[in-house]
């Protein structure tokens, strides 16, 4: 879905940032998501090297135990 908005993220799904935390993983940052099962999802890299998204650990949706 494409929304052509002035608005920003947080002002069109209000809290849903809230629930990320911002972790190092595997020496780079990352917005994780804590699950109910204590274990976390990866959101989203934050990094300015292009090799590290062609990483597999890297991929959103992987499961990090901590």
């Known amino acids: 879905m494409l929304l052509y908005t002035p608005l920003s993220y947080e002002e069109i799904f209000p809290g849903e940032e809230d629930r990320h935390q911002l972790v ?9 998501k804590k699950r109910d099962d204590e274990t976390y999802e ?3 890299l934050i990094s300015t090297d292009p090799y590290d998204f062609l990483r597999i650990e890297f991929t959103p949706g992987t499961i990090i135990k901590r």
């Open 24 to 32: 190092v993983y595997n020496g780079r940052q990352c917005y994780v």
């Open 42 to 44: 990866l959101v989203q």
